[in-house]
C-alpha cells in the first residue's frame, strides 16, 4: 500500500499573544507549510479582522502553502437554548465561510454546538441543530469553501462525539465534510480513534492532532509511539491533507517563549517525517 504525505500546520492559537505578523513568522521559522487560522486570534479578532493584512501575510510567506480557517466557538453555541446566543452563533458560522472565501481557504472547520444544560441532548436540541446545519448548508453551497464538522469529546452535553453518530451527519448532509479531532478522540471510547477513520475517513479534509495523557487533551507530540500509530494509518488510508497541531499552552508548566514553541512545533513536524519515511 502506498504512503500518502500529509502536511503539517499548526493552529494560530498556540500563538495567540502574538501579532499576526508575528504568528506568521514564527510559523514560517518553524519549517511549517501549514497554517490553521483561527478567526478569534486575538490580534485579529479583536482589530475588526483586517482581512487585508492576513492576506498580504499569506504573499509575504509563501512557504505557508496550506492555509485554512476556523471558525469562531468562543462564548458561542449554534444549539443554544438562548435564541439570541443560538442566532449570533450561527450568523457567525456564516461569516466564517464568507472569510474563509475572502482569505484564500477552502476549508473552513466548524463546531457542532452543545446542549446549554449539562445533560444529554433532547430531541429539541437536535432540531436546533438540525436549523443550524440547514443555514451553512446554503451560506456553502454559494462558494468553494468546503466545511469540516468536528467531533467534539465525550462529555454528557454533546451532541457530536461518537464515529457513529458523526457518520450519520455525513450520510445526511452529502455537502459536509469532516475534521478529525485526535485529542477528542482518544478521550472517548478506546476505539474510537480508529472507528472514526474508518467510517469518515472518505470525508476527511483536516485533521486536528495532538496527543492525550490522562485527562490532559491537545498535548504535543513528543515522538510519542501511539501518535506514530496514528499518522501511519492516516496516511496508509490516503489522507494527505493537513495534519494541524493544535496544542494548548496551558498544558506546560510556565508560559513558553516563542522560540520554545517553534522548537516543540520543528520537533513535532520532524517527527512526523520520520514516521512517515519508517512507514515506506
Not at 437554548?81 to 482569505?103: D, H, T
Not at 451560506?139 to 467531533?151: S, Y
Not at 495534519?243 to 522560540?259: C, G, K, Q, Y
Amino acid at each position: 500500500m502506498s504512503i500518502t504525505m500529509p502536511v503539517p500546520a499548526v493552529s494560530t492559537m498556540f500563538f495567540h499573544e502574538y501579532s499576526c505578523n508575528e504568528i506568521f513568522s514564527f510559523v514560517n521559522a518553524s519549517g511549517l507549510t501549514g497554517m490553521e487560522f483561527w478567526i478569534e486570534t486575538p490580534d485579529f479578532w479583536l482589530r475588526n479582522c483586517p482581512v487585508d493584512e492576513i492576506l498580504q501575510y499569506r504573499h509575504d510567506y509563501p512557504a505557508i502553502s496550506s492555509f485554512t480557517i476556523h471558525a469562531p466557538i468562543l462564548d458561542l453555541n449554534p444549539c443554544s437554548i438562548n435564541p439570541e446566543v443560538s442566532a449570533v452563533s450561527v450568523g457567525y458560522a456564516v461569516k466564517s465561510i464568507r472569510l474563509a472565501e475572502r482569505l484564500g481557504a477552502d476549508i473552513l472547520t466548524v463546531h457542532p454546538g452543545r446542549r446549554t444544560a449539562k445533560r444529554p441532548p433532547s430531541d429539541a436540541d437536535f432540531e436546533r441543530f438540525d436549523r443550524y446545519i440547514a443555514t451553512i448548508r446554503e451560506a456553502a453551497q454559494k462558494t468553494h469553501v468546503r466545511i469540516g464538522m468536528e467531533n467534539m469529546e465525550p462529555i454528557v452535553n454533546s451532541l457530536l462525539c461518537t464515529p457513529e453518530r458523526m457518520r450519520d451527519l455525513l450520510d445526511m448532509e452529502p455537502w459536509l465534510s469532516f475534521t478529525l479531532d485526535v485529542s477528542h478522540a482518544l478521550a472517548g471510547r478506546p476505539d474510537d480513534l480508529t472507528e472514526y477513520i474508518r467510517l469518515c475517513g472518505d470525508r476527511l479534509i483536516n485533521v486536528h492532532l495532538s496527543r492525550v495523557e490522562a485527562e490532559r487533551l491537545h498535548l504535543p507530540l513528543d515522538n510519542n509511539p501511539a501518535m506514530a500509530g496514528v499518522i501511519t494509518l492516516l496516511s496508509k488510508t490516503g489522507y494527505d491533507g493537513p495534519l494541524t497541531f493544535e496544542i494548548d499552552d496551558l498544558n506546560f508548566a510556565r508560559p513558553l517563549t516563542s522560540h520554545e514553541k517553534i522548537e516543540i512545533l520543528a520537533g513535532d513536524s520532524a517527527f512526523i517525517y520520520r514516521t512517515l519515511q519508517q512507514s515506506r
